[in-house]
């Protein structure tokens, strides 16, 4: 390089500009990169406490909107059950600290003398039936909202006799898209009810619509089992499709929401171990599937609507999965949940409660217990007091200027 071209490359030194900003200088670079935080309850808050303009950013109802379509899937919180043998209920959290949820901050307030049942759970939503009122009540745990529904006469708890199978979820994306299930409120939201006949020879279901505020005609099918045995478990939603295990064996019963049409499907042809040992699933395929626990193995089955029987896909043996020194002759497995987001199964063994995600078979303890509950499966975007982290910030986070 010649001298006076050198000179000149000295005397011409590069000025700051917006071409040559940081990049988290730009909003809409830092934005993508905020849009890829983990969906867990601390991960916006702790984004919302570096400085003024990041917490803007993350406080902001479109980029919320942004980051639950990008995740589509809420977070399993945990898990609401019964509490003893009383009416009172509660929430065992499953995420790991920081993002573990004290049960304290999910708190139903009752009303002297009811007896709530907690039936349902789904788009973060809980549905209890009233056993001494013939009422259904739908609570928003994240919110405290309640709102109150008065069932129809055919379903008069009092009169008719309990109430089998009840179903609960949010009805918003009925009119919105590209609504995200995951922080649903009480505007738009939809109900589900089934009952036995007198005689047990039929089954009688009724959907119920916030924003009409009716109950729809009752609709119903004969069935294939004396009695139905729902145990306690809640629904399975596929598709628009809400589907029960009416039986212990694997009986299914499914209520098209949009046809509103019932429909019975068999159980497969195998050996049953007992109750609490089977429970419907939604496969990854969005097909409705059976997993089927024996002492030391399960198995799985799906249904296939094209031959219209069950169709056995694989059997997994539990000792490989489980961690050493678990006495695998004397786990005696019993399902107490199923989250049909994640699959995820919520199974008693000797030792303790344990999840069990199905795709990947891992294992991961929850608590010691000997209690044996329906547990029923919440999820949600809970944001963590966003709007008061100035004030409500979890423990061990600080907010910057």
């Not at 043998?85 to 949820?101: A, V």
């Not at 007198?198 to 109950?215: E, G, I, P």
């Not at 295990?245 to 497969?268: H, N, Y």
Request: hydrophobic fraction near 40%; include cysteine; aromatic fraction near 8%.
């Amino acid at each position: 390089m010649d001298r006076h071209r050198r000179r000149r490359l000295e005397a011409s030194p590069v000025l700051p500009g917006p071409a040559h900003a940081a990049p988290l200088d730009d909003d809409d670079l830092l934005l993508e990169i905020l849009l890829r935080l983990p969906p867990q309850p601390t991960s916006l808050l702790r984004a919302s406490v570096v400085c003024k303009r990041w917490r803007r950013l993350v406080s902001d109802p479109g980029f919320l909107r942004r980051f639950r379509a990008h995740h589509r899937k809420p977070p399993l919180l945990g898990f609401i059950s019964l509490e003893g043998y009383g009416p009172l209920y509660r929430f065992t959290p499953t995420l790991d600290p920081p993002d573990r949820i004290p049960a304290a901050r999910f708190s139903l307030t009752q009303r002297p003398g009811e007896c709530l049942h907690l039936v349902d759970c789904r788009h973060g939503l809980a549905l209890f039936l009233n056993k001494k009122l013939p009422e259904a009540l739908v609570w928003n745990p994240i919110s405290g909202e309640q709102r109150r529904v008065a069932l129809p006469p055919e379903f008069d708890n009092t009169v008719q006799g309990d109430v089998r199978c009840a179903a609960v979820l949010c009805a918003a994306g009925d009119d919105d898209p590209n609504h995200v299930h995951g922080d649903c409120d009480l505007s738009s939201y939809k109900l589900a009810l089934v009952r036995g006949g007198q005689r047990h020879t039929r089954v009688f279901a009724c959907l119920y619509k916030s924003k009409s505020a009716l109950w729809g005609n009752l609709i119903s099918t004969t069935t294939i089992t004396d009695r139905l045995h729902n145990w306690g478990r809640g629904s399975v939603l596929i598709r628009n499709t809400l589907c029960w295990m009416i039986s212990e064996e694997g009986d299914t019963l499914q209520l098209d929401s949009d046809a509103q049409k019932l429909v019975v499907i068999e159980k497969p042809v195998y050996r049953c171990t007992g109750d609490f040992s089977s429970e419907i699933i939604r496969t990854a395929e969005g097909s409705l599937g059976l997993v089927v626990f024996t002492e030391l193995s399960m198995l799985l089955w799906v249904y296939s609507d094209e031959v219209g029987r069950w169709v056995p896909q694989e059997t997994i043996e539990l000792a490989s999965h489980l961690s050493p020194g678990v006495p695998v002759e004397d786990i005696w497995p019993l399902i107490l949940g199923y989250d049909e987001d994640h699959n995820v199964i919520l199974l008693r063994i000797s030792i303790g409660l344990f999840m069990i995600q199905l795709d990947s078979m891992r294992f991961k303890e929850i608590f010691g217990t000997n209690f044996i509950t329906s547990y029923f499966p919440y999820t949600s975007y809970y944001a963590s007091d966003l709007a008061t982290s100035g004030t409500d910030a979890e423990p061990g986070i600080s907010r910057s200027t």
